[in-house]
């Protein structure tokens, strides 16, 4: 799979350098809907998500599969648990130090 991950991330940069695959956004789409409070439209799209990408019709069955696999295992690692993490340590915080007061920011992805 790590194999497989990296061959399909450096087809994707050969492509964007030889200009056959374009990015469907801009830095300044994410910031425009991030402002606007937008984010359900271009910032959780599968299609512009921080998770890499590799599931693609033109795969070999085989290797459809394991861009599935490969693609559920990083949104589980980078978005589900990493929330979860996030959630435990502030609930920690606020369940020790019920008195003060907190500032958090957390990113969109």
Do not use: W
Not at 10 to 17: A, D, G, I, M, N
Not at 65 to 89: C, H, P, V, W
């Amino acid at each position: 799979q790590v194999i497989f991950a990296l061959n399909q991330t450096l087809l994707q940069q050969e492509s964007l350098r030889a200009g056959s695959f374009q990015i469907p956004y801009t830095t300044e789409d994410l910031i425009k809907h991030y402002n606007c409070g937008d984010l359900s439209s271009i910032i959780f799209n599968h299609d512009t998500s921080q998770v890499p990408n590799f599931i693609n019709a033109t795969l070999p069955a085989h290797e459809r599969i394991t861009a599935q696999e490969i693609d559920s295992y990083f949104r589980q690692e980078l978005i589900y648990k990493r929330n979860e993490r996030m959630g435990r340590r502030v609930k920690d915080l606020l369940d020790e130090y019920p008195d003060k007061s907190f500032f958090f920011a957390f990113g969109a992805g």
